[in-house]
């Protein structure tokens, strides 16, 4: 098997690791786990962090109490690390939390989503639904994602005169 395939694989594994230790610590609050950055592109490197955005319902205030409950998931995922490790890729989980009342308010982090988030789960299409408000929102202020070799900037309102107040 080719370098290439054998990662896929790789990295495959290591997703649905993720979904199954996702599932296993939030149980029904789970709402979504999506990835993005460069994973949710698919132009990941080997050494590419795994971003990833984990929407739980009742999640306890301020990140580190969060970073405390994902815990359990990156010890459940601890045995896919190695492996993809053995295989070459040297990746580790970058979450980011919310729940669902704080996903409806938006965030910047969400922009390049609107692009390229890969779902891995979403109940009832929650998040799928957030990100198509935020994409036609940017659509009517006729936003654009503009690429510059492997980079990229946001132009969110290409007819902003000084002093106009918009909103996203």
Sequence with gaps: M??????????EDLLAALLQACFH?????LVTVALF???G??????D?????????????DGRMARVREFSAVDRAMAGAILAAQRAGIHTQLS???????EATKGSVLFLDMTEDAKLLYDRDGFF??????????LDALGSRRIWRGTRWYWDLKPDYRPGMIFEL
């Design 48 to 60: 590419s962090d795994l971003d990833c955005l984990i929407v739980v319902e009742g999640l306890t």
């Design 2 to 11: 080719d370098a290439d395939k054998r990662h896929q694989d790789v990295r």
């Design 37 to 39: 950055g460069s994973y």
């Design 95 to 101: 979450p980011h939390f919310k729940t669902p009342l």
């Design 128 to 137: 799928a639904g957030v990100l198509k408000r935020m994409r036609d929102r």
């Design 25 to 29: 610590v939030y149980g029904e609050r």
């Design 41 to 46: 592109r698919g132009t990941m490197r080997p």
